[in-house]
């Protein structure tokens, strides 16, 4: 323990104080904490100790909002001094200049330089929709704009996906992920920029998605110089049922990232708020067929036939039991059959029944038990009728989702950075889980990953309309808000972060 004559700065940032104890090596330097080294939007004050204890605990630098606590004993301070929540990391380099970056992001993205441009963008986009693996002309498109903006990237990578590259081309890494894959759906609502092509649809608004993060390539584009480090913008095709960010990984395209952050818009929530949690938020998924074989005969004499229709309505009734008595009340799990096909005429048993369905969970455990439960009592209760059957989880085709869960250190980041820039009131933290899926889970299974909800509701006197509804409208207003946050995000992520990562490894197209 040493015994010191000290004083204590106080950084002050909107209702938070965050407490940084001079003549500390582990926190500020040896030299005084002077203003030039204090972000912006922070006030300092100084509060003096005569004799402050301060017992070192660690000898790296703070970084990613590691808690005071663990780092030094500040027992000695609370009397005089309120500390809330989490020290924030301030440059080590007495000539630093304050960081203006973040500030401005959503002034900037509000530009019509950039506004208008974004509009255009999107609706490009939404006029020529793509499906899974099929994104080649929204491929071109988006590779245009950052040949424009002078920004390299990696292309094709998942075969019509890209990687675009901003800052230093050093570690940190931090990935920001767009989908860009529309649905096999009719487009009914009648304006300008309907979709082109019959029967498809950006019924999910992806074309949104890559629009913002075409937006957040701009704005950084301004500000490059100033970035602490690099920022990987994750263009993905097939996220509708396709599997893409599996593909992405697989391509090694994301080696030496550190973290990766997704959003998505949805019409239930305002423009200008934002909804996410820390832990399980989206369930994984899976989907599973079965073909129950028996033998088809007259329905006059039955018992000369192996009826499979009995054999599938009785599994269909079993499957409900793995929900009902085998899970944990407490651990959600769904298993829905959404498929029954057996005979076309009404007097003859067929041969066979195909059946099919979907299993959702939350925790990956549950999730591998129910779906090895699934094929066993599809299997052994066709059995128990006299049947045969073969049960297909499509993994090769359509891999099952991981549950999408947010990285707890990611939250906190996501929680100051959105409230610095949208509000408080704005930030919605308190969300339900929901069983619906997203393939961003598979990069979080590989990599710390952060997904929230970003708010497109139109007028407040139109009924919110679903994704994936022929009728959905996404509020263009919205983009400025999910190009701001995002590019605010990944640059709050780097000037965090400690860089002693390896360099991302890959052929890069320069522009």
């Known amino acids: 323990m040493k015994q010191r004559s000290s004083f204590v700065f ?15 090596c582990i926190v500020v330097p040896a030299p005084s904490l002077n203003r030039s080294c204090v972000p912006l939007n922070y006030r300092v004050t100084a509060v003096p100790f005569p004799s402050a204890q301060i017992s070192p605990r660690s000898t790296t630098p703070l970084c990613n909002r590691t808690t005071l606590a663990s780092t030094i004993s500040i027992a000695p301070l609370l009397p005089a001094v309120r500390i809330l929540n989490f020290i924030s990391a301030t440059s080590t380099d007495s000539s630093s200049t304050p960081n203006h970056l973040i500030t401005n992001f959503l002034d900037t993205a509000k530009e ?3 506004f208008d441009w974004m509009v255009k963008i999107r609706r490009k986009i939404h006029e020529n929709p793509e499906l899974g693996f099929e994104e080649f002309e929204t491929s071109e498109v988006i590779r245009a704009e950052l040949d424009q903006l ?7 990578v998942a075969l019509t996906g890209l990687v675009g590259f901003i800052g230093t081309g050093r570690p940190p890494f931090v990935a920001l992920r767009a989908d860009m894959d529309a649905l096999p759906i009719q487009e009914m609502v009648e304006w300008e920029h309907k979709s082109k092509v019959p029967g498809k649809m950006h019924a999910c608004g992806h074309d949104a998605h890559v629009t913002m993060v075409l937006g957040v390539a701009k704005i950084l584009k301004m500000h490059e110089k100033e970035i602490k480090g690099t920022v990987v913008l994750v263009f993905q095709p097939g996220e509708e049922g396709f599997a893409g960010a599996k593909k992405i990984l697989e391509s090694g395209a994301l080696k030496g990232v550190n973290a990766i952050f997704g959003l998505h818009v949805t019409p239930e929530l305002p423009i200008g708020e934002v909804a996410s949690k820390s832990g399980p938020i ?13 033998r088809g005969g007259h329905a006059a004499v039955p018992q000369h036939a192996i009826d499979p229709i009995v054999a599938a309505s009785h599994v269909v009734l079993s499957l409900q039991n793995l929900v009902s008595r085998e899970a944990d009340p407490l651990d959600p799990l769904v298993v829905t059959v959404g498929k029954f096909q057996g005979g076309d005429a009404l007097n003859v048993i067929p041969d066979s029944v195909t059946i099919g369905g979907t299993f959702r969970a939350f925790a990956r455990e549950s999730f591998n038990n129910v779906k090895q439960r699934i094929e066993k009592v599809i299997i052994n209760q066709a059995g128990v009728h006299r049947c045969n059957a073969t049960v297909d989880f499509f993994d090769e085709r359509h891999p099952s989702y991981p549950p999408t869960i ?4 990611l939250h906190e980041l996501f929680v100051d950075v959105a409230v610095d820039v949208l509000g408080t009131k704005n930030v919605h933290l308190d969300i339900e889980r929901a069983m619906g899926s997203e393939d961003f889970s598979f990069y ?5 990953g952060y997904f929230f909800l970003l708010g497109m509701k139109n007028s407040s006197d139109e009924r919110a309309l679903s994704l994936h509804s022929p009728y959905l409208k996404i509020n263009e207003d919205g983009l400025s808000y999910g190009a701001a946050l995002h590019a605010s995000l990944a ?3 780097l000037l965090d972060y400690p860089c002693n990562l390896p360099r991302v490894e890959g052929k890069v197209h320069d522009a």
């Open 491 to 493: 640059a709050s992520y």
């Open 112 to 114: 019509p330089e950039v």
């Open 444 to 448: 979080q299974e590989v990599l710390p």
């Open 282 to 294: 989206l369930a994984g998924s899976g989907v599973f067929e079965a073909k129950i074989s028996g």
């Open 150 to 156: 002078g920004i390299p990237y990696n292309h094709p």
């Open 10 to 24: 106080v950084l002050h940032h909107h209702s938070r104080c965050l407490v940084v104890l001079c003549n500390c």
């Open 406 to 409: 947010n990285d707890g250190d």
